[in-house]
């Protein structure tokens, strides 16, 4: 009789462990891909759309190429014949095209040929009327961007051409006396905060001198942005806003202008950016997702954004969240680039502050080779702006950096945090900062993990958490 129970005592532990070893299998499958394992399915979804064979050459609406007939109307009307016909290209051919804002349409490609400038107007009144994008994380009218879309699936701009936005001119305008420039913030911070409805937040006024970005798709989905070369636009460079599914590859932009960002996802959700080069006059990449009232009200995060191959040069940051971040930035992925400039200064930046909050969380490098950044290799700052005056202290956690070089900077990690409000999960691996002139800072930490990080000739294998020294 024991031996009888002990026998089916036996059966029923096998039993169990069978149903333990079956369950834990399935909650390991059923768990969703961490880090670096979630790239394969991001890039899964971002796919390049595809047009019908068909061109649309804007010189058999009336374009011509002398850089001095302003060709507006032709390149209007090859892009609704195009959109009518059910999609294809429009194609530019060579020669110097005089043109006002460019609005595309469902199933469009603008396409630039090698050989081939749009020269977009310096002129005021052609980016009339006023068109709904996002100045500087808050929604409003301004000038149209000098390439446009709302609510389009299926666009692109592609070629071997040039775009040329004539930005010197706006720059000179921005400048302008009495400072009109920040009393255009001013305003448009006083509509958000009292909660002006957006279509009454109308600028697009000579008394504004808000430049009009350079390409800006709003609301769209399945988008191209192509081998061009950009240079000197007014403003950003390639702002995509509240689109899905976006691709940039192969550009070089070129703009040292006031707040010439490269290419700025603004609350945008699968994007790549992708073998283009930068050297412009502020942040090369800047991810971003709108700014204090305005920016909590949308509450859009930006998110699966994958920068690779990338070469950057001057610029206040290679690839940079905030500081219109409100909405919040995760899963952001930069791999095998190349980073070199003593006019740029930090390689991976996270700027922000207590009256912007949000959060920046997941965010991946790893394989990136900088010869010199002015600055940090990585900077981390809550103090930015407007310092901590507010009430949403920011949240930035699993900050991650592998295999990444560098040859010369003013710091390796400079990370300035609130107490209250740590940036935390920093993991450093396998990474060598030389010719590095000052100490780490790291003020407002927790769970900073070095793992064989050498700094100039000294080892770091340890974590750092409150109350010890970095």
Same mark, same amino acid.
């Given at each position: 009789m024991v031996w009888k129970y002990r026998k089916m005592l036996k059966s029923v532990v096998l039993f169990a462990c069978v149903l333990w070893t079956v369950s834990c299998h399935n909650h390991a499958m059923s768990q969703p891909p961490m880090g670096w394992e979630q790239l394969p399915e991001i890039l899964g979804r971002i796919e390049a759309p595809v047009f019908p064979n068909r061109e649309f050459d804007i010189t058999d609406f009336g374009a011509d190429g002398d850089g001095r007939t302003k060709c507006t109307e032709a390149f209007e009307k090859a892009v609704g014949a195009c959109h009518l016909a059910g999609g294809g290209r429009v194609v530019v051919p060579e020669g110097v095209f005089l043109t006002g804002p460019i609005h595309l349409r469902s199933?469009?490609?603008?396409?630039?040929s090698k050989g081939a400038t749009i020269l977009f107007s310096d002129r005021f009144e052609d980016y009339l009327p006023p068109v709904l994008i996002r100045w500087e994380g808050r929604e409003c009218y301004n000038l149209s961007p000098l390439i446009y879309a709302n609510g389009c699936r299926n666009i692109a701009v592609t070629g071997k051409g040039t775009l040329d936005g004539q930005g010197e001119k706006w720059w000179s305008w921005r400048r302008g006396p009495g400072e009109p420039y920040r009393k255009s913030n001013e305003q448009n911070a006083q509509w958000a905060q009292e909660n002006v409805p957006v279509e009454k937040r109308v600028q697009g006024k000579k008394d504004f001198h808000w430049?009009?970005?350079?390409?800006?798709?709003?609301?769209?989905?399945?988008?191209?942005?192509? !081998?061009?070369?950009?240079?000197?636009?007014?403003?950003?460079?390639?702002?995509?806003?509240?689109?899905?599914? /976006?691709?940039?590859?192969?550009?070089?932009?070129?703009?040292?202008?006031?707040? !010439?960002?490269?290419?700025?996802?603004?609350?945008?959700? $699968?994007?790549?950016?992708?073998?283009?080069?930068?050297?412009?006059? $502020?942040?090369?990449?800047?991810?971003?997702?709108?700014?204090?009232? $305005?920016?909590?009200?949308?509450?859009?995060?930006?998110?699966?954004?994958?920068?690779?191959?990338?070469?950057?040069? $001057?610029?206040?940051?290679?690839? /940079?969240? !905030?500081?219109?971040?409100?909405?919040?930035?995760?899963?952001?992925?930069?791999?095998?680039?190349?980073?070199?400039?003593?006019?740029?200064?930090?390689? &991976?930046?996270?700027?922000?502050?207590?009256?912007?909050?949000?959060?920046?969380?997941?965010?991946?490098?790893?394989?990136?080779?900088?010869?010199? /950044?002015?600055?940090?290799?990585?900077?981390?700052?809550?103090?930015?702006?407007?310092?901590?005056?507010?009430?949403?202290?920011?949240?930035?956690?699993?900050?991650?950096?592998?295999?990444?070089?560098?040859?010369?900077?003013?710091?390796? &990690?400079?990370?300035?945090?609130?107490?209250?409000?740590?940036?935390?999960?920093?993991?450093?691996?396998?990474?060598?900062?030389?010719? /590095?002139?000052?100490?780490?800072?790291?003020?407002?930490?927790?769970?900073?993990?070095?793992?064989?990080?050498?700094?100039?000739?000294?080892?770091?294998?340890?974590?750092?958490?409150p109350g010890s020294k970095g």
């Open positions: 199933n469009v490609c603008l396409h630039v430049c009009p970005t350079f390409i800006s798709p709003v609301k769209c989905q399945n988008v191209l942005i192509e !081998g061009l070369t950009i240079i000197d636009g007014p403003f950003w460079n390639v702002h995509p806003l509240y689109c899905e599914n /976006v691709t940039v590859r192969n550009l070089i932009i070129k703009n040292h202008g006031p707040n !010439g960002d490269g290419c700025n996802p603004d609350s945008c959700r $699968d994007v790549l950016i992708e073998d283009c080069y930068f050297d412009t006059g $502020d942040d090369c990449i800047a991810i971003k997702s709108g700014r204090n009232t $305005d920016g909590r009200r949308v509450n859009i995060p930006s998110e699966n954004i994958v920068v690779r191959r990338c070469e950057m040069k $001057d610029g206040h940051g290679g690839v /940079v969240m !905030g500081s219109e971040m409100s909405g919040g930035v995760r899963n952001v992925f930069v791999e095998d680039c190349t980073m070199d400039s003593p006019n740029l200064d930090r390689a &991976l930046r996270i700027k922000t502050n207590s009256v912007r909050g949000g959060f920046v969380e997941n965010v991946y490098m790893r394989n990136v080779s900088i010869g010199q /950044v002015g600055d940090a290799v990585l900077r981390i700052n809550f103090y930015y702006g407007e310092k901590d005056t507010g009430q949403f202290p920011p949240r930035v956690r699993n900050i991650n950096m592998e295999n990444v070089t560098s040859k010369k900077s003013t710091y390796g &990690l400079r990370i300035q945090a609130y107490e209250r409000a740590p940036a935390t999960d920093i993991r450093i691996e396998n990474c060598s900062f030389q010719n /590095v002139a000052k100490p780490n800072v790291l003020e407002g930490v927790e769970d900073v993990r070095f793992n064989n990080v050498r700094i100039n000739e000294e080892l770091f294998n340890k974590t750092i958490n």
